[in-house]
């Protein structure tokens, strides 16, 4: 079997990322070689997306939502910590900015391990969450494995969720600044 078929399969049965550096000591090769496979691999139309902790084949077979919240940046936590427990995944942030419109910055965190590294960095990077930019209002895509579960995370996290209400409000505070 192709090599890059062979990373497509690993990718398919892996549930968590694979570093491209694992996937170059595992076939013998390049760094940029696993880089062109996994091209090769998009262009015939296999859906892998690249996160920060590796590679990762998205099967398109599970519930997704954009939900619209808002909260400080110190519930940053408890509000992914809710949903991964609940059996979510947090695909990313998105917020509106003035200038530039939507902006959107992945997350790809699905478990507790991976909301503390997540939150660890943005500590210690030295950057404000994107959520400040429009005063803790955001969106985030959430996905989970079924409708049932997704329900069970949008139950926890309603605390923080934004009625189409209060979403008109923010919009029309913002507009008067």
Do not use: C, W
Request: hydrophobic share 35%; aromatic share 6%; charged share 35%.
């Amino acid at each position: 079997m192709e090599r890059k078929y062979q990373i497509l399969e690993l990718l398919k049965k892996s549930k968590t990322p694979v570093k491209g550096k694992y996937l170059a000591e595992l076939f013998d090769v390049s760094r940029q070689i696993i880089v062109s496979d996994i091209a090769q691999l998009r262009e015939e139309g296999h859906k892998i997306v690249a996160t920060r902790d590796g590679y990762l084949y998205d099967s398109g077979n599970r519930v997704r939502r954009v939900v619209a919240v808002k909260h400080s940046s110190k519930d940053i936590y408890d509000e992914l910590r809710r949903i991964v427990e609940n059996g979510g995944k947090v695909l990313d942030v998105i917020v509106e900015h003035p200038v530039y419109g939507e902006i959107t910055g992945r997350i790809d965190v699905s478990t507790l391990d991976e909301v503390e590294k997540f939150v660890s960095l943005l500590a210690s990077s030295g950057t404000k969450p994107l959520s400040e930019i429009s005063n803790g209002v955001h969106l985030h895509t959430i996905e989970a494995p079924d409708e049932e579960t997704m329900e069970k995370i949008l139950k926890a996290i309603s605390k923080y969720r934004l009625s189409k209400d209060d979403a008109e409000k923010n919009e029309k505070t913002e507009d008067n600044e």
